[in-house]
Structure formats: C-alpha cells, structure tokens
C-alpha cells in the first residue's frame, strides 16, 4: 500500500423519535456540514499507530496498537478508547480479516472538522469510515461494536436529510426534500452537557412502557408534522408536541421547562435527553437570550446542516 486514503464521513443531528428509534419509530435526521476524515498510510512491523486531532488540531488520542491485540483482544474491564478501538477493529477483522494479513502496518489518523465534545458522532463517522476503508457493511459494524440504532450510520453516509427505521431489526434509510423558507428561524445551541448515549438508552430500555405501539404511532405522526411543516409556527407547534410526549413517556422534565422556561420561541432536545445540541425555533434572534444564560455556541441552521 504505497498511497495515502482518506476517507470521510458526516456528523449528524437527531431531530425526531429519540430513543423510540431503537423500537421502530420511524425518525428525522439531519447530516451536519462538520465530520471526521480517516487517513491510511503504510506503517511498520505489524502494527497501527494511530493518531485523532480534535478540531483545533491538538491531539486527543495516540496510541501504538500490534495486530495481535486486534485478532485476539483480551477481556478488559476498563472501557478505555483503546480498548474501544480495539473492540470496533477486531469486529472489522471479523468481517473482512484482509487487512491483517501483511507484513506492514499501517499508520491511521482522524480528523475531526467539529469540537470532539459537541457530540456530533466521533463514533460513528470512525465506524462508518473505518467501514468504507475496508468494504464492509458499517451498519453490521455498528451492531457487533457499539450498537444503537444506527441513525447516525445513515447521516455518515448521505448528504441529504433522511427519515430511519428499523424494520425486523433492518435499517431502512430514505432521503427526503427538507427545504423549508423559514430555514432562518432555526438555530442550535450547544447545552455543554456530554450525555452518555448508552446510559441514557438502558435507562429508556428499563422504563419502557406496555403502550410503546402507541408512543410509536404519535412520535410518528409528528415525525411527518415536522418533515412538512409550512411555517416556523407549526414547526415551533408540533415540536412543542413532540416534547411534551417524549416528557411523558421518559418521565422527565423537557430542557424548556429546566433551563429555558421564559424563552418566547421553542425548543427541542435532540438525540439523548440533557446534552449536546438543542434546536431552537425563533421569530426573534436568540444569540442575546442564550449568550445571557452562558450558552455561547449557537449555530444557524444553515451553518449547521448539509443541503
């Protein structure tokens, strides 16, 4: 392998059906202007040395990692990004066993283009990458590693915003036209709150009620409220909706009412509840609203979203 690769993938932002995905819901998602770049160049003597640049160039994560450790993992208790990274390669190795089978090494790099702790997907645009590198199925990638639904998957790898669903447990991906002309009354405003995925998941999974069909059917429903709203008033409407069932269905107070109770526009948590991203619907600019609470990081949709 004389050449360098780069690879690419697309953050994303879950707008609809946060953890109800996992059961079916059908979701809206969006894939992000930000992503990570995976780079291959040859190495030495059988082994990886990898490297992940946060956005502002400095270095997150280095590590020397010998393929054996790869083809035969031991059983750590410790979740540690290597051993993390070891687990995802070993499952690649699994699928498609090639890329341990020479002499060389390899010498690995990501760049991240957004700030590692805003949430936009580190993992599963190193998953999907790491997928397109060696021609294996990133969604089967994602199952045998980290799991989740695999939204974020489908925004790695499409340009377009999406709706997801997991059908026997398949995903089925469609993009879809979202164009609208009030584009200019969204914004997303980052809480500064890293939400573990995985706890916030197997708290949902433990508290799931015997009326998920219903819960499924309404998330649904607003699902295609928002896809087609015609104004920012009935997209601030059927997102205030959305809220107050996802309110009801994980028992828990929606970020308006924690954070933002006096906020004249509306507001929708996104992918797990508490962290990373909101998105704000707004007539007025909110930058003075937000930059007074101390939440500096506001994003215009149009900076934010591929279309």
Known sequence: MDTKKTFYSNGKLLITAEYLVLDGAKAFAL?????????????????????SYDADGSIWFEEEILFSEIKEPKNHEVESIKNTLIQILNEAYFLNPVFLNQEKGYKIST????????????????INNIAQWLDINAFELLNNSFGGSGYDIACAQNNKPITYQLKHGKPK???????????????????????????????????????????????DKLTQEIIHAKSSAALAHAIAKHEATMSYILETTTVKENLFSDFMGEIKSLGAWGGDF???????????????????????????ILE
């Open 111 to 126: 760049e991240l283009s957004f700030p590692k702790k805003w949430g936009l997907g580190t993992s599963s645009t190193l």
């Open 173 to 219: 991906v469609e993009t879809i036209s979202f164009h609208p002309n009030f584009t200019d009354s969204i914004y997303f405003v980052y809480l500064n709150k890293k939400q573990s995925s995985k706890t916030a998941i197997a708290k949902y999974q433990n508290n799931k009620s015997s009326e998920i069909e219903k819960d499924i059917s309404k998330i």
């Open 278 to 304: 909101i998105m704000v619907v707004s007539e007025v600019n909110p930058i003075t609203y937000f930059t007074s609470k101390g939440f500096t990081t506001i994003i215009p949709y149009k900076e934010m």
């Open 31 to 51: 894939p992000t202007k930000f992503g990570q770049n995976l780079i291959i160049e040859e190495g030495d003597y059988q082994e990886i040395k990898w490297t």
